[in-house]
């Protein structure tokens, strides 16, 4: 079983990236999101944005 990472990048909808990974030959098994955190001038974090990341296999 082939794995494979796929990212939402910040140009690029969900969907394209599920369209990519479909193109590819891969399918999608598992979403990974994580908050990317600015700190703050008073050392409080304050969440900028999301990473989107989807681990796929090769469809057979």
Not at 1 to 29: A, H, T, W
Not at 31 to 58: H, L, S
Request: aromatic fraction near 8%.
């Amino acid at each position: 079983m082939k794995k494979k990472k796929f990212k939402v990048s910040d140009y690029q909808s969900i969907d394209d990236c599920l369209n990519q990974m479909q193109q590819e030959g891969y399918r999608p098994v598992r979403r990974i999101e994580k908050p990317v955190f600015q700190e703050q001038q008073n050392g409080d974090p304050e969440p900028v944005e999301q990473d989107i990341v989807f681990q796929a296999i090769k469809q057979e």
